[in-house]
């Protein structure tokens, strides 16, 4: 029997905030790759990740090595952006500079 070739879907999506995940998953593309850079398995990304299955690891990873200028470009604009959001979040607490020490001496003083 000849085999059929078909051309699958890529199990990527992009959600309401812009932000490709992977599959129906909540898990984003960008820790997939980061752990593929990191010298990780697909194998080891689905133990890391269990809502993803290793076919749709295996398509991703395949993906980003097809069209790897394109994904790398999403990677440094999301990079960009989380340090903007860590900055504004750190500007609009800086009233609260010790936070984590007056906690602590809360804690040991109770």
Do not use: C
């Not at 890529?10 to 010298?39: C, K, N, Y």
């Not at 990304?45 to 069209?67: C, S």
């Not at 790398?72 to 340090?83: N, P, W």
């Amino acid at each position: 029997m000849p085999l059929t070739i078909r051309e699958d879907a890529i199990p990527l999506r992009v959600d309401e905030t812009g932000t490709v995940r992977i599959g129906q998953t909540r898990v984003l593309l960008e820790l997939v790759i980061h752990a593929f850079r990191d010298g990780a398995t697909p194998e080891q990304i689905v133990q890391d990740y269990d809502t993803l299955n290793l076919a749709d690891v295996y398509a991703v990873i395949g993906y980003y090595l097809r069209h790897r200028d394109e994904v790398d470009a999403y990677l440094a604009e999301r990079t960009v952006k989380a340090e903007e959001l860590r900055k504004k979040i750190e500007a609009s607490q800086s009233h609260l500079p010790d936070i984590r020490a007056r906690l602590l001496a809360r804690t040991t003083t109770d």
